[in-house]
């Protein structure tokens, strides 16, 4: 087992943060550590440990972790068998912690920092939509080429995001702040998400479609649901050919959501674009055909990390374990009655 002395306190309950070494880089930063000290007693483990599973054996007296991406299972250690009662998550999705099963029997609570990376995927959701609309790429290509600056002015003008109807295929975490970041501009919005009523759409100021209408009226939809097995394959070919010429669909989700081979069979046929941060196969092969598409704008996964989202992630961890050992409400609990429709 790796402690680090020079970062641990001697008072307080102790915590053991599981994340291999590069996660914990990241998210761990000297300020976060910090912030734990104040109120608990650090334990950070070996990568060799927790690959080994060795650090198991040093967490009778723990029970409230840290996890991250990349952190291991821990369906045998916790409550009611083991003795981790609380698992504060720095990062989104819990599915990989196999802590399901025991969140919904109310063995164990759960928070996670899901809110912390939404906030950079709805930035990252509106940049590409911006980028876009404004022809950004092309502009900037088309200057380092032979077409003239006229020609550039007259023939490269770019659309208005006040003039259009953007479509969102749920109304999540990141949904919402997508929305909220789209008001601003004026433009027309439309939702689809079955879990949203008549009354709460009003609310929001949104329009309420089917699937089948949002991509027919809809120039530009961005993708935000949850892929749950009702959700798995839900986008099909018939939507997005139904989507008129130029437009353009953003995934920032999930690639689960569209039915398997359906987008690059859309996107070969050349009449609409496509911004897509997740892929069926991560890292994406160099040979895949989307890289070759002029019609794609691709990204490495990458929309809800930045910088400063890695801070945030890391103190939202800390604080939720601070508010479950001083008995306070967490603000980002997962509450057992929805843990079967974790994504």
Request: hydrophobic residues 45%; glycine residues 6%.
């Amino acid at each position: 087992m790796e402690i680090q002395p020079s970062q641990i306190q001697t008072h307080g309950p102790k915590v053991a943060v599981l994340m291999p070494a590069e996660v914990r880089s990241r998210i761990f930063t000297q300020q976060v550590e910090t912030a734990l000290s104040a109120f608990a007693e650090p334990v950070f483990v070996s990568d060799e440990d927790l690959r080994s599973g060795a650090f198991a054996d040093a967490l009778p007296d723990v029970n409230a972790v840290i996890t991250g991406w990349l952190s291991p299972k821990l369906s045998h250690l916790v409550a009611p068998t083991g003795g981790i009662s609380f698992v504060s998550h720095a990062a989104g999705s819990v599915k990989l912690l196999a802590v399901e099963d025991a969140l919904c029997a109310g063995h164990i609570r759960v928070s996670h920092s899901a809110p912390e990376i939404a906030l950079a995927v709805a930035e990252f959701t509106l940049t590409q939509i911006l980028a876009h609309l404004r022809l950004h790429r092309e502009q900037d290509a088309a200057l380092r080429g032979p077409m003239s600056w006229q020609d550039m002015r007259k023939g490269q003008l770019g659309q208005l995001l006040a003039a259009q109807n953007v479509g969102l295929v749920g109304l999540g975490y990141v949904g919402r702040l997508v929305l909220d970041r789209l008001r601003p501009f004026g433009c027309t919005v439309s939702v689809y998400d079955p879990f949203i009523s008549p009354e709460q759409a009003e609310q929001l100021g949104v329009t309420l479609l089917d699937l089948e209408t949002l991509f027919t009226r809809c120039p530009v939809v961005s993708l935000h649901a949850a892929n749950l097995p009702a959700t798995e394959g839900m986008i099909k070919r018939s939507h997005l050919e139904s989507m008129a010429p130029g437009s353009l669909l953003v995934n920032t989700a999930r690639a689960g959501l569209l039915e398997p081979g359906a987008l690059v069979q859309v996107l070969q046929q050349g009449q609409i674009f496509a911004a897509i941060d997740t892929f069926d196969i991560e890292p994406l092969p160099v040979d895949d055909p989307l890289r070759q598409m002029p019609n794609v704008y691709l990204s490495p996964h990458c929309a809800g990390h930045t910088r400063e989202s890695y801070i945030r992630q890391g103190l939202s961890a800390v604080e939720e374990v601070r508010r479950f050992f001083a008995g306070e409400t967490l603000k980002q609990e997962i509450h057992r009655e929805k843990a079967a429709m974790l994504a």
